[in-house]
């Protein structure tokens, strides 16, 4: 682990002088407990932003009262212990978005292939993974996988604000126009804004409509349903570059009973396909009329992807496989608005909104869904305190009870295996623990030592990863 000092001379004196990091950095080098420090930044795997607690632990042997462990923090240094923060946003933190995203591919896994409490039938389920987008609320520059142009219009024109209808520009993936839209004036911000804050409702009535398009193609009665196959699902949200919500997914039809219990011959692939089809093209939520908005109707984007989830193998011929769609919808439920170009963090007054480092498109947003959160007639969707998230109030991955494990389960294995204290205490052992919270965060050198530490466990995993597929081929 590494860090780089750079002295720059003195525009007085002309002698090099020190930033407030490298003295902060020599501060930490001098400190006697700095070994100590380095060894706990390292357990919580270079978190960006710890979270300090002070307190004590001791492990008792019921029968004789023998002290079989003893742990105060008195002894750190600065009498305080950290612990990970466990923010899932990568922008916030990478080390600990790492971890929730292992733990989300283990809960979609194993709604896959079985697992954690959830049978391995269900790797013989009909299974889909599909994705739901927004509609358009006006032109936006785009990327394209085929590098041609962003719109290539011949004699497109322009707009009634006189804005060119077409971009002959080939936009590259980190081209900060893309997402943009072409005319500001001409985009529907207040649909937009609307239309992410209802969300989350229209998934929930596509959820019962796919069920009521299951139970008409069976041949059943839809109250009759939950008598014959069950619906689960896990779906993670993510932000398009134009800061519109769409969602990833992943359903499956189970038995009666849930996982543990076969479908009915009658429940295919194609039949769940067919159903969740039909109820993406035609479910939608009304907004009741609000003055000077009007009447809304909030739909599905026509870019509806539906894919079998086959075998355990990714191939040219099986591109969706089990492992490809755990891994993909873990590699999104670390992202956030901020990778939209927003900020993760809420917004205290409309004045903040124009002195924040966004994209003009993000600042439009977000001031359309701060005067909307205004009205009385819309405070029921709270968006002044959603409009750091541009409206969407949903959390970034939900799933059906009967899907797979919980976090909450992941966590408590996970934290069982590290401590192995049933192992090492025996069954008459009991645990005292009090602690209390003094402070969170690093200080400019602390930080700068811990993203060295990140970086240093980022590589040394590489390695073993690369050692380890040597080894398989």
């Known amino acids: 682990m590494t860090a780089n000092i750079a002295r720059r001379p003195s525009p007085s004196a002309g002698r090099p002088y020190l930033t407030d990091t490298e003295r902060d950095l020599i501060r930490l080098a001098n400190e006697p407990g700095f070994r100590r420090w380095l060894e706990q930044i390292k357990a919580t795997g270079g978190c960006a932003h710890p979270i300090y607690l002070a307190g004590h632990t001791t492990t008792l042997d019921t029968e004789t009262g023998t002290v079989l462990r003893h742990y105060d923090t008195a002894t750190e240094p600065g009498g305080r212990l950290p612990i990970r923060c466990r923010n899932r946003r990568e922008t916030v933190c990478a080390p600990c978005s790492r971890l929730h995203a292992g733990d989300t591919f283990h809960l979609v896994r194993a709604g896959l292939l079985g697992g954690k409490g959830t049978p391995a039938t269900v790797a013989h389920h009909p299974r889909l993974f599909v994705t739901l987008t927004a509609p358009s609320f006006g032109a936006v520059h785009r990327t394209t996988p085929d590098s041609t142009s962003c719109r290539p219009r011949r004699n497109a024109g322009h707009c009634e604000h006189g804005q060119p209808l077409g971009c002959a520009v080939v936009h590259a993936p980190d081209d900060r126009a893309a997402g943009q839209p072409l005319c500001p004036r001409c985009y529907d911000y207040t649909g937009h804004v609307l239309w992410n804050a209802h969300a989350g409702c229209l998934w929930n009535r596509t959820t019962d409509s796919i069920r009521r398009h299951v139970a008409t193609a069976a041949g059943i009665t839809q109250s009759r349903l939950r008598d014959h196959a069950r619906l689960s699902f896990a779906k993670v949200a993510e932000y398009q570059r134009r800061g519109a919500i769409h969602f990833h997914a992943v ?116 001031g359309t869904c701060w005067r909307l959160g205004r009205l009385p007639e819309l405070a029921h969707l709270r968006l002044c305190a959603w409009t750091h998230t541009l409206g969407f109030r949903g959390h970034v991955l939900t799933k059906s009870r009967c899907y797979s494990t919980t976090y909450t389960a992941l966590r408590a294995d996970r934290t069982q ?28 050198g602390e930080s700068l030592l811990a993203s060295g530490i990140a970086q240093d466990i980022d590589h040394h995993r590489e390695i073993r990863h690369e050692n380890t597929a040597r080894l398989r081929d």
């Open 417 to 444: 295996h590290a401590s192995n204290r049933a192992t090492a205490d025996g069954p008459d052992a009991v645990t005292e623990s009090a602690w209390r919270y003094v402070g969170s965060g690093h200080t400019s």
């Open 251 to 366: 359903i499956r039809l189970d038995g009666a009973t849930g996982p543990d219990m076969p479908p009915r011959d009658w429940a295919t692939d194609a039949l769940l396909t067919t159903a969740v089809q039909a109820a993406a093209r035609s479910v939608h939520v009304p907004m009741p009329y609000v003055s000077p908005l009007g009447e809304h109707h909030f739909r599905w984007g026509t870019q509806t992807d539906c894919h079998p989830i086959n075998g355990t193998t990714r191939t040219n011929d099986d591109p969706v496989s089990d492992q490809a769609v755990a891994a993909y919808v873990a590699k999104y439920v670390s992202k956030s608005v901020g990778d939209a170009g927003g900020t993760d963090r809420p917004v205290a007054s409309a004045e903040e909104i124009a002195w924040l480092p966004v994209p003009t498109h993000v600042r439009s947003l977000m």
